[in-house]
């Protein structure tokens, strides 16, 4: 867990990591050469396969208020950032949502919803769907109906797991504005992955209940504002962690910045790290180098050395705190089937189940167990003493675990019948029972040089190994071996073997990787100092055969010291708070017996008759006072023999045993007095002799008996308020049930309010978009001189523009109104009829009118159309084309006045266009040559015939004059006549239009007589 700073500005703030310092030329003084950053630039992958592995993917998990957040973060984005981004919110089942549409006006890349099976792809943002849980498979999603379960989907958490197995290192994760904790177990299956979290400052955040979350789990990156969020992300995607470029640092020289950075973490967290795998190291030094933008090793060495919190924080990071309850389902019932029964089965009812696990982090894992055991119990109808030893390396995780509070999101993991009987539920969150959480003993140990644990049944050590290097294995599964019992089981990952130690374990279950102890020779060869709550423990070595060998020094010591524990020393048992034996040393039988009945370990049950008094005060005193209390000189009576002996009862130090303990003692006096020296003290037949002291002694055996009545009646008193206890707390139980109820319903509503926001925030920006695009069209419509009015399907006014008014008399008021009520001013009497046939046909009506005052215009009606092509009414607009009439009727006048003009000519005249083809000619032209029109229209001047003239000249002449704009004046044709052919004198004039492009070619005629 990152230790929280202090916030800075807006923008800056990092959770547990100081501002960077900036490093301009490093040097390595104690290597003589300037080091070379770990990574460089590379080539970028040509093939498509390499690309899309290498692709950085952003999971963005939002939902309560998290719109607002969304649009802050996509705004700043550029067109082409290089990375995917794959939002995901709480959206109702039903909902359609619109939050691509709001999104687009906000940025500039590409927004698409998820298609099954769609390769992702960069530069593009995608939407999950309503319904649909998303999974990322080799860089294609993957869609499946979200479960209808009654636990919580949690499609956030859901996605982002699904993004760390698919993207490791390149999975980013990002947690905006929210209700609950959604989100949080995919952050930290990302950031186990490799990966980078990035969290919304939780005072920004409209919502802060995911945010918070986050950040409890002390894994996040950045804690930064929307607005910075853009420009952070890419400044880490360029990195050379994220671009995977390679390494062009020499493997030993990166060796040695290793060794030096492990120096620094040792110093400040007092731990080593020098036998962990390189590669897993490299990938988390790499890491923070990215966080922080480094690119030289050299320089996050230096930053290291100058900033104590960012090793914690890279101590923290190195540390695989990620776990969750019941990870492998399969796995908890391949061991509950092969190796849990047996176990359970093979122990006696006073025997306890002793359990270790090694790198319990936050403690999933370790209550796992316990509630397994339990139900393997339960299975079995069977039932011992549970004790759980989970450690870890992390006194802060450790703390995490000893709560036993965990978000809402375990849901996922643990099923309702589980989180029912082992869990409570409270605002939100899920606490275990204190039945279970008093099963197992949480402390801070360091699995390489502290002592380990002793006499276990099973050791759960997984997903640990696979980070530590070939000669820190060699040594851990021989420990591991040597704490287990004679049947005892190890329990590893999936990604973890016993390696070459195959002689110490079987193999019960290769897959998940359950193995038994198998005896060796060498199965005392690591001998640990026992830790000091472990002598509790300590039972009797069992005889045997031992080899004929020589014994370790060690072993040695341990048989010296047992055989003087049963030979010089006292009988004793250990009682905890309530009095109950849990530790037996020496032989008791002449102090405690064996009651009829049903099997009680009460030390006051045990006790014999005379001893009982003297013990129940010795104890109450001895826990009273927390101090020792001696009894001399007590009297039993055994096997018809009276032994006298001094009754010590003395408390058991917390630092050395669990809190509360008690050792009850029964020493031999210093000075032995027996019953017969203390017979002698007395006259011979003194009894027979006083009667008074013979009453006095049956007064006394009376009080005795009066007094034991009086325990009886007190015990008997106990178990009737103990059963009313039980009653009471079975009410309470109902009521904690009820409780569970309303809260399983108040998730509901949130659940359903969360929702409810989401589309509340959508609808209130299309609200706004809408609000938009009704001011632009008002002030469209208004701007606009076509005069429009719109009708429904029963021709009644819904909408007109102000230039309507010149068409109809119409006002505001009259919206609703029939058109037929309504006077027009233009003549036609057809409009009603018109617009009727459109409604039916859905054909479109074109027509020049005339209002009253001779004005023309354009009415144009057509069917109108909604977005899902509905027809609702009809569209009429009526555009002014008096311009166009009055420019219309210009060109015929001026059309006229030519035509008038050339017949007005007498000589043969043709009108030619720029492709010499023959547009008209005059009267005097088809009387001279006798054509009618039909026989020169639209023919080309070479195509005519039925006239003297050679076409050939003509039409060369005509092309050059058009070409070079060379006149034609009097041109004679033919050149040379003949005697007596007709020659005609051709003059051609160019008639330009305003572009002096196109115009017409006059050709004009004059004709000679023949020559003679």
């Not at 009894?631 to 669990?658: G, I, S, W, Y």
């Not at 704009?965 to 041109?971: G, I, K, Q, S």
Request: aromatic share 6%.
């Amino acid at each position: 867990m990152v230790a929280k700073k202090k916030k800075t500005k807006p923008g800056e703030k990092q959770l547990g990591e100081p501002k960077r310092s900036k490093h301009t030329s490093p040097t390595n003084a104690t290597q003589g050469e300037k080091p070379r950053a770990i990574a460089s630039k590379a080539p970028q992958a040509k093939e498509t396969g390499k690309h899309e592995r290498a692709l950085p993917v952003v999971g963005i998990g939002a939902s309560a208020g998290g719109l607002e957040a969304i649009q802050g973060l996509v705004s700043n984005l550029p067109a082409d950032p290089g990375i995917a981004f794959v939002i995901i919110q709480h959206l109702p089942p039903e909902h359609k949502s619109v939050m691509g549409s709001i999104l687009e006006r906000h940025c500039k890349i590409e927004i698409r919803d998820i298609d099954d099976g769609e390769k992702i792809k960069p530069n593009c943002i995608y939407l999950n769907r309503p319904k649909y849980n998303i999974d990322i498979l080799n860089g294609a999603f993957q869609l499946t109906k979200a479960p209808r379960t009654a636990a919580t989907n949690l499609p956030i958490d859901h996605f982002f797991r699904s993004l760390a197995d698919d993207r490791a290192e390149k999975s980013i994760g990002i947690i905006l504005s929210g209700t609950a904790s959604d989100g949080t177990l995919g952050l930290k299956a990302i950031k186990a992955a490799g990966g980078m979290i990035m969290v919304q400052d939780p005072e920004q955040a409209k919502y802060a209940g995911m945010p918070q979350s986050a950040i409890e789990t002390g894994l996040v990156d950045f804690v930064i504002p929307v607005e910075k969020m853009a420009e952070t992300l890419l400044k880490y995607t360029r990195h050379p962690y994220i671009r995977a470029e390679e390494q062009r640092l020499p493997a030993e020289k990166l060796e040695a910045w290793f060794q030096k950075i492990f120096i620094l973490i040792r110093r400040t967290a007092g731990h080593d790290f020098s036998h962990y795998k390189r590669s897993t190291i490299r990938r988390r030094i790499e890491r923070r180098m990215a966080v922080h933008q480094i690119e030289n090793i050299a320089d996050y060495h230096r930053y290291l050395q100058e900033n104590a919190a960012e090793a914690e924080t890279l101590f923290k990071d190195l540390l695989i705190t990620v776990t969750s309850f019941f990870r492998d389902p399969e796995a908890y019932e391949a061991l509950q089937e092969k190796a849990l029964i047996p176990l359970i089965q093979g122990k006696r009812h006073d025997e306890a189940v002793r359990v270790w696990v090694p790198g319990c982090a936050t403690g999933e894992e370790a209550y796992s167990l316990a509630i397994l055991l339990l139900e393997t119990m339960d299975k079995l109808d069977k039932h011992a003493a549970i004790q759980i030893f989970a450690t870890d390396i992390d006194p802060d995780t450790i703390d995490t675990a000893r709560k036993g509070d965990y978000p809402e999101t375990i849901a996922a993991d643990v099923s309702p019948q589980r989180l029912e009987r082992y869990f409570t539920k409270n605002d939100g969150r899920y606490t275990i029972k204190k039945r279970i959480r008093e099963m197992i003993v949480f402390a801070a140990q360091n699995l390489i040089k502290d002592s380990p644990f002793s006499r276990l049944d099973l050791v759960s050590c997984r997903n640990l190994l696979i980070y530590m290097d070939a000669d820190l294995q060699k040594k851990i599964i021989p420990l591991f071996h040597y704490t287990l019992n004679p049947d005892g089981f190890l329990f590893l990952g999936t990604a973890e073997s016993i390696g070459e130690h195959s002689d110490y374990f079987t193999a019960l279950d290769n897959k998940w990787r359950i193995f038994k102890r198998r005896p060796t020779p060498s199965d005392r060869q690591h001998v640990y100092p026992p830790a000091a709550f472990q002598e509790l423990d300590i039972e009797r070595v069992r005889p045997g055969p031992e080899p004929a060998r020589q014994q370790p020094q060690s072993d040695v010591r341990h048989v010296a010291e047992r055989t003087i524990l049963d030979d010089y020393g006292w009988p004793c048992v250990f009682v905890n708070s309530r009095f109950d034996i849990v530790y037996f040393h020496g032989n008791t039988e002449a102090f405690l017996r064996l009651p009829a009945g049903e099997p009680n370990l009460n030390v006051l049950k045990l006790a014999r008759s005379d001893l009982k008094v003297k013990l129940n005060t010795a104890l109450h005193r001895a826990k009273k006072e927390n101090a020792p209390v001696t009894t001399e000189h007590v009297k039993v009576c055994h096997n018809d023999d009276t032994v006298v002996f001094d009754l010590v009862v003395r408390p058991v130090p917390a630092q050395d045993a669990a809190e509360g303990l008690l050792m009850v003692i029964f020493r031999t006096p210093a000075t032995p007095r027996p019953a017969e020296a203390l017979d002698k003290e007395r006259p011979a037949d003194a009894d027979t002799e006083n009667p008074y002291v013979v009453t006095l002694e049956h007064e006394l055996q009376s009080t005795r008996e009066y007094l034991e009545t009086t325990v009886e009646e007190l015990e008997t008193s106990n178990e009737e308020l103990r059963s009313s206890n039980e009653e009471l707390q079975s009410t309470n139980e109902e009521l904690q049930s009820t409780n569970e109820e309303l809260e399983t319903s108040r998730e509901e509503l949130q659940s359903t309010n969360e929702e409810l926001e989401t589309v509340n925030a959508e609808l209130r920006n299309k609200v706004n978009q809408l609000a938009d695009t009704n001011n632009d069209l008002s002030n469209l419509l208004a701007s606009t001189s076509i005069a429009t009015i719109f009708l429904d399907n029963d021709l009644r006014v819904k909408r007109f523009t102000p230039a309507i008014r010149d068409m109809f008399n119409l006002i505001t008021a009259d919206v609703g109104r029939p058109i037929t009520d309504i006077a027009h001013r233009f003549r036609y009497e057809g409009f009603y009829d018109d617009a009727q046939h459109v409604l039916k046909h859905l054909g479109t009506i074109e027509k020049e009118i005339r209002t009253k005052d001779g004005r023309w215009y354009q009415m144009r009606i057509m069917p109108y159309r909604t977005l899902e092509n509905n027809i609702d009414g009809v569209c009429v607009t009526f555009s002014d084309v008096e311009t166009q009439k009055n420019a219309e009727r210009l060109a015929n006048e001026a059309q006229r006045f030519a035509e008038a003009v050339v017949e007005s000519v007498s000589g043969p005249l043709l009108i030619l266009d720029r492709d010499l083809r023959i547009q008209s000619a005059n009267r005097a032209f088809y009387k001279q040559f006798a054509l009618a029109p039909d026989d020169i229209r639209s023919k080309k001047l070479e195509e005519l015939q039925g006239w003297p003239i050679p076409p050939k000249p003509l039409v060369s002449r005509l092309k050059e004059f058009i070409a070079k704009d060379a006149p034609v004046e009097n041109l004679s044709l033919p050149e040379r006549p003949e005697p007596g052919d007709q020659q005609m004198q051709i003059t051609a004039r160019q008639i330009r239009q305003a572009d002096q492009k196109t115009g017409a070619i006059l050709l004009m005629i004059e004709l000679r007589e023949p020559k003679q």
